[in-house]
């Protein structure tokens, strides 16, 4: 028996019913599954064959400052950590999107942001590109399952999300593709120990001070769009194959 454990999503609805192998979000566990697929999930499971994402590597990851500063002590760029540089931004421990961000130019900017909930604090990276790059393990080798360009009005305001800026990610084929962007995401998903994940990238500084690329972060339950649903199953398909 193959099993999914997952946190509640509409991404892993579908995928449960392209794929076929029932998830388990809130349901009691069966007594032993051959393959587990972690989706996001920190439910305890302790009898499965094999496990793909490991709950304490998701755990790493879930914890943004904790995961740039185990990324940047493994050689990785992540934006440098730290709220005496301006601009910087402030964010909340565990968050998504554009939530939880504060943009912060001055000290007492900072010290509104700590009053408001911020926890840790970057020096803000101005990206000029943003990338999206879901990586996968098959056979011990790293594979892009799907690349993606985060495209929007980027004169909008300083978060590039949906409801600011109206942004959205458009998938590129191999030609449109970046090896050092695809490098930079192998290499972060395989210095955090998961076997598949979605890692957020921005790149193409406006300043050449900057690194050329840095990690944002790293989602191990990403929504996805139906292109993503089916690069996905096609990916578990094959691990589980194996």
């Known amino acids: 028996m193959n099993i999914i454990l997952s946190k509640p ?20 566990l069966p007594t032993y599954a051959d393959t587990v697929i972690r989706w996001g999930s920190l439910r305890e499971f302790h009898n499965a064959g094999k496990v793909y994402n490991m709950i304490q590597n998701i755990k790493l990851t879930s914890n943004k400052p904790k995961c740039r500063r185990f990324l940047a002590e493994n050689g990785i760029p992540v ?13 909340v421990q565990h968050h998504t999107g554009g939530k939880g961000f504060w943009f912060c130019q001055t000290p007492y900017d900072v010290e509104r942001a700590k009053r408001e909930g911020a926890y840790y604090f970057s020096h803000y990276y101005p990206k000029q590109k943003e990338y999206r790059v879901h990586i996968g393990k098959i056979d011990g080798e790293y594979k892009v399952i ?8 980027k004169y909008g305001g300083v978060i590039w999300n949906h409801d600011i800026g109206n942004f959205k990610y458009e998938h590129l084929g191999r030609g449109e593709r970046r090896r050092s962007i695809i490098q930079l995401a192998k290499d972060a998903i395989e210095v955090v120990g998961l076997d598949f994940g979605a890692v ?7 300043y050449s001070q900057f690194p050329k690329s840095v990690i944002f972060e790293i989602n191990t339950a990403p929504a996805l769009s139906p292109l993503g649903i089916k690069k996905y199953c096609e990916y578990f398909r094959k691990i589980l194959d194996n």
Not at 146 to 153: C, F, R, V, W
Not at 200 to 206: C, E, Q, S
């Open 9 to 28: 999503s509409k991404t892993i609805l579908d995928i449960r019913n392209e794929l076929g192998i029932p998830v388990y979000i809130k349901r009691r």
């Open 79 to 91: 934006p440098e950590m730290g709220s005496d540089k301006f601009p910087c931004v402030g964010r």
């Open 146 to 153: 799907l690349y993606s360009e985060k495209i929007g009005d």
């Open 200 to 206: 957020d990238i921005g790149a193409n500084p406006l």
